[in-house]
T-cell receptor
Framework: DTGVSQDPRHKITKRGQNVTFRCDPI?????LYWYRQTLGQGPEFLTY????????KSRLLSDRFSAERPKGSFSTLEIQRTEQGDSAMYLC??????????FGPGTRLTVL | SQELEQSPQSLIVQEGKNLTINCTSS?????LYWYKQKYGEGLIFLMM?????EEKSHEKITAKLDEKKQQSSLHITASQPSHAGIYLC???????????????????FGQGTILTVHP
C-alpha cells in the first residue's frame, strides 16, 4: 500500500492558463474524491467518482473545472482559464465503500 | 462550513496538559471522521465514528460521538509537542436527514482547530 499520490505537488501558473492535476488512489479503492482547501479553512468537496462514473459535483465546480477517472483508476482535475481565486490546495482522497477516506499530499496551486 | 462547527479555532497548551476539541453538526451524521493536518500537507486519518454513543481511543487520543450523532469530541491526554497541528472533523451527513437516508460518502469539514503544544 503506497498510499494516495498526487502530482505535481506545487504548480505556479499565470492567470488564464490551463492546468491539470493527477491523482493516483490506493489501488483497491473504488471511490475517489477531490476537495479544495484555502488557507485557514477545512477542505471543501468538489467532486466524487465511484469507479469511472462521476456521481456528484459540487456547485463550487464551475464550467472551467473538469474531472475524469478513465478506467476507474487514476483521476485528473483540469482547470481552464485559471483565475487568482483558484489559488488553493487541491486534495484527492480515496476509499472503499463506507470506509475512511485516505488523503494524498495535495497539489498547491498559485495563480499569478 | 456552517453545517459543521468546530471549536475552539485555536488552542495553546503546555506540554502534559489535557485538551478537548468539539465538533457540532446541525444535521444527523452518518459518520464522523477526525483528521490531523500539518501545515501545507495532506490529511492524516485518526479515527472514524459511526454509531451513536461510540467511543474510540488510539494512544493518547480519544474520540466520542454522542447518542444523537450530531456532536463529537476529541480529547488528548497528556499532550506532547508531537500532537501539534491542525485537527479537522469531517462529517458524512445523511442526505435526507433521517436514519433511513443515503450517504454519498462526501465529507463536510469544520474550519479546523490549530493546536500548539509548548514544551
Amino acid at each position: 500500500d503506497t498510499g494516495v499520490s498526487q502530482d505535481p505537488r506545487h504548480k505556479i501558473t499565470k492567470r488564464g492558463q490551463n492546468v491539470t492535476f493527477r491523482c493516483d488512489p490506493i489501488s483497491e479503492h473504488n471511490r475517489l474524491y477531490w476537495y479544495r482547501q484555502t488557507l485557514g479553512q477545512g477542505p471543501e468537496f468538489l467532486t466524487y467518482f465511484q469507479n469511472e462514473a462521476q456521481l456528484e459535483k459540487s456547485r463550487l465546480l464551475s464550467d472551467r473545472f473538469s474531472a475524469e477517472r478513465p478506467k476507474g483508476s487514476f483521476s485528473t482535475l483540469e482547470i481552464q482559464r485559471t483565475e487568482q481565486g483558484d489559488s488553493a490546495m487541491y486534495l484527492c482522497a480515496s476509499s472503499s465503500s463506507y470506509t475512511e477516506q485516505f488523503f494524498g499530499p495535495g497539489t498547491r496551486l498559485t495563480v499569478l | 462550513s456552517q453545517e459543521l462547527e468546530q471549536s475552539p479555532q485555536s488552542l495553546i497548551v503546555q506540554e502534559g496538559k489535557n485538551l478537548t476539541i468539539n465538533c457540532t453538526s446541525s444535521k444527523t451524521l452518518y459518520g464522523l471522521y477526525w483528521y490531523k493536518q500539518k501545515y501545507g500537507e495532506g490529511l492524516i486519518f485518526l479515527m472514524m465514528l459511526q454509531k451513536g454513543g461510540e467511543e474510540k481511543s488510539h494512544e493518547k487520543i480519544t474520540a466520542k460521538l454522542d447518542e444523537k450523532k450530531q456532536q463529537s469530541s476529541l480529547h488528548i491526554t497528556a499532550s506532547q509537542p508531537s500532537h501539534a497541528g491542525i485537527y479537522l472533523c469531517g462529517a458524512d451527513i445523511l442526505w435526507n436527514g433521517d436514519a433511513g437516508g443515503t450517504s454519498y460518502g462526501k465529507l463536510t469539514f469544520g474550519q479546523g482547530t490549530i493546536l500548539t503544544v509548548h514544551p
